[in-house]
């Protein structure tokens, strides 16, 4: 009897353990983004993404994916993965195609409630602009 009380003991603990991890992102610090020769996009969050090729900073494309990379691997990576792909806890960011550009800057302004921190007092929309713009250049899941 005392055997299987102390496996039930086990198990239950190995369970709130696993509840923890799935349900916080850790502790995360922003980092600052230098947004190099990026345009100030102001403090109003835009609704779409700036520098999207065709949008209006789509020439800056290719640096907004270079700052966006350096901006993602000291902000994002810690709880979403080298390169967007997820360890399975939190959502794959190469599947943002499901995400609209307004749902993808409110989640990032304002937070989830359920982990992830707002990142609104301390990055600027130019570097959540550009950080979007290197997640969508990294190559979908197969």
Known sequence: MS??????????????????????HGDVTPQEV?????PDL???ALMENPFRKGSEHGDKHDEAVKVGKSGYAGNCAVCHGIEAMSGGLTPDLRELSEWDDEYFIGRVMNGTGRG?????????QTAIWAIKTYIESVPQPE
């Open 34 to 38: 230098d947004t190099g020769d990026l």
């Open 116 to 124: 992830m921190p707002s990142f609104k007092d301390n990055l600027d």
């Open 3 to 24: 055997v299987s009380l102390s496996l039930k003991a086990i198990v239950a603990a190995g369970l709130l353990t696993a509840a923890g991890l799935a349900m916080s």
């Open 42 to 44: 102001g403090k109003e």
